[in-house]
């Protein structure tokens, strides 16, 4: 990430097919965001590699797929009819509404925290020290209002008969109505996991950093259901299993740190964020929520069904204990779109911006370059034999330099040039995004070549 600003990204995005403003044409839609040809093989990479490294090499983990809309008794028991609210605050004067929170913590530059303040302390706060409209610079606010989080739509049978149906704000509930039914169908014994990667939506009002806050969004969620008395252990081992999981998919250590949250939900026994350097500073990122057997409970409450777990070789009768690893995809992908930004000066005095994914995350894997157009037809060849193995893209306009520097703009890590000698010996020039060397190599030992340097492990 060097020299990397918010401005430079979402640039980038828009002109290389990445991420365009949603419903553009009718002039947008606030904090909605399309992603492009490119930015779907990305973020398609993203979530493979999380449901790689977190579901398909863990015996204990199961995937789910469940549905966005929910019984709304879903939305009691979690609590989320009452509580899931934001203090707003209005600017009298140019009429954008703002979180109390985000407006305390941007003026006192991250150094005040009102993560445990109430509504009346936030207002104090920022009274007393005049918070300025972040946006017309006025200060001229209404008091507090509790923001309706949760968006609501509904199923009409005949008309005027309409019931209240919620788009799900977050999918891990998707995961604890599922808890019997997955213990059952696959035999599985506590501890073991349920996961599943979905769309949540959420009436974010504060404008959101591009991707990093918007009104939907997908999740990837995990829920550890163990003993009570396991909850501490399993819950240190997912906060270290998900900072590994970022450094492995290229995140320098430097630009990660875990923030342990200073108040706790009444049920919860810990919980911790991992925050990324993003462009306009600290964030959240993910967390991971030691939760007890709180979750459980409530749907057991609400339901009137047993959620308890019979332990096959002791015979006890318990609820377990729920430990959570939550993290926003889009977010990930924000986090990996500026992780993977580089601007290099090149010997030749020429400047490229080259985004350093991971080989895995990289939305293709090899460019497909003919070095002259009359020798297309073997480099079409070529690309229509790799594309069968693995995404790669064929580019035949402009000069070659230019054609590197589109390549390395959206990440491929290999650019294999064609050239008349390839005619007369089948080989191939075989170009590092990175480094930028050359090596020139048979094209029957293209295939094994890349395979080998983009796997995710
Ligand atoms: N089930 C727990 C839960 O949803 P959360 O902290 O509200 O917890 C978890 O959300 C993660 O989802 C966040 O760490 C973030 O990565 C992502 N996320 C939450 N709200 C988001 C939003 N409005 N836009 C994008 N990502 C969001």
Redesign the pocket.
């Known amino acids: 990430m060097s020299n990397v600003t918010m401005d430079k990204i979402v640039n980038l995005c828009k002109q290389r097919g990445i991420i365009f403003q949603g419903s553009e044409i009718y002039g947008g839609m606030g904090n909605t965001w399309d992603y492009g040809p490119v930015g779907v093989e990305i973020k398609n990479n993203i979530k493979r590699a999380w449901w790689k490294r977190f579901v398909q090499e863990d015996p204990n983990t199961y995937g789910v797929d469940a549905a966005i809309l929910m019984n709304p008794r879903v939305w009691d028991a979690s609590g989320h009819t009452q509580n899931f609210s934001d203090p707003k605050m209005d600017c009298k004067s140019c009429k954008q509404r703002f979180r109390a929170d985000n407006l305390i913590e941007d003026h006192s530059k991250g150094k005040v925290s009102a993560e445990a303040m109430t509504n009346e302390q936030m207002e104090e706060y920022i009274n007393e020290n005049k918070v300025k409209c972040p946006h017309c610079g006025n200060f001229n606010w209404t008091n507090i209002r509790q923001f309706k989080l949760m968006f609501e739509t509904s199923r009409g049978t005949l008309d005027g008969e309409k019931d209240v149906v919620y788009l799900r704000?977050?999918?891990?509930q998707g995961e604890y109505v599922n808890f019997l039914n997955v213990q059952r169908s696959m035999r599985a014994k506590v501890p073991f996991a349920i996961a599943q990667i979905g769309k949540?939506f959420?009436n974010?009002i504060t404008p959101?950093n591009f991707?990093?806050?918007?009104?939907e969004?997908e999740?990837m969620?995990l829920q550890m259901f163990c003993k009570e008395g396991d909850g501490f252990n399993i819950y240190d081992s997912y906060k270290e299993r998900a900072r590994q999981f970022l450094l492995d998919i290229n995140f320098s250590e430097d630009h990660l740190k875990f923030h342990d949250h200073d108040k706790l939900a009444f049920y919860a026994k810990a919980a911790c964020?991992i925050f990324y350097l993003f462009p306009m500073g600290w964030s959240?990122?993910?967390?991971i929520?030691h939760r007890s057997t709180h979750d459980l409970s409530r749907h057991q409450e609400f339901s009137g069904k047993s959620m308890a777990y019979l332990d096959p070789v002791t015979n006890e009768k318990y609820i377990p204990t729920v430990i959570?690893y939550?993290?926003?995809a889009?977010?990930?992908m924000l986090a990996v779109l500026t992780e993977a930004y580089h601007e290099e000066t090149l010997e030749n005095g020429e400047s490229r911006v080259v985004m350093k994914f991971h080989p895995a995350i990289a939305p293709y894997k090899v460019a497909v370059l003919p070095l002259q157009k009359n020798i297309n037809e073997k480099a079409i060849e070529l690309y229509q034999k790799l594309c069968k193995k693995f995404p790669c893209i064929y580019d035949e306009a402009g000069s070659i330099g230019k054609r590197y520097r589109r390549q390395d703009e959206i990440g491929v890590p290999f650019s294999v040039t064609i050239d008349f000698d390839t005619l007369e010996d089948n080989t191939v020039t075989v170009r590092d995004r990175d480094t930028m060397e050359q090596i020139r190599i048979h094209v029957d030992e293209l295939e094994k070549y890349i395979e080998e340097r983009i796997q995710f492990n």
Do not use: M, W
Not at 169 to 172: L, M, Y
């Open positions: 704000p977050e999918t891990c949540s959420r974010e959101g991707i990093f806050r918007t009104i969004f999740q969620e964020d959240e990122l993910n967390g929520h959570e939550s993290i926003g889009d977010r990930l």
